[in-house]
Nanobody
Framework: QVQLVESGGGLVQPGGSLRLSCAAS????????MGWYRQAPGNQRELVAT???????NYADSAKGRFTISRDNAKNTVYLQMNSLKPEDTAVYYC????????WGQGTQVTVSS
């Protein structure tokens, strides 16, 4: 069983940066995939970035060039560095870890507004 706790969300002005963290209660080193998703009001949850065990990374088009996903196995933590934030990035961001099983965090709010 893996429990995930996100942190790092908040209010930031357009063009600003945030780093989200996802701390896992158990080892995530052997998990097949980890990633970040987001859900804006009225929208479906959508993929932001994923990182597979072999190192392959996938970004949504909206995140390419601005967001960076990374992991620290020693700390059992996954990060999402978000730069050049835009108002349309406003959403609740969820951490995901899978394989075997599917685990989600509780979400952290990111609001981009002047």
């Amino acid at each position: 069983q893996v429990q995930l706790v996100e942190s790092g969300g908040g209010l930031v002005q357009p063009g600003g940066s945030l780093r989200l963290s996802c701390a896992a209660s158990g080892s995530i080193f052997s998990m097949s995939i980890m990633g970040w998703y987001r859900q804006a009001p009225g929208n479906q949850r959508e993929l932001v970035a994923t990182l597979k065990r072999g190192g392959r990374i996938n970004y949504a088009d909206s995140a390419k060039g601005r967001f960076t996903i990374s992991r620290d196995n020693a700390k059992n933590t996954v990060y999402l560095q978000m730069n050049s934030l835009k108002p349309e990035d406003t959403a609740v961001y969820y951490c995901y870890v899978g394989g075997p099983g599917d685990y989600w965090g509780q979400g952290t709010q990111v609001t981009v507004s002047s």
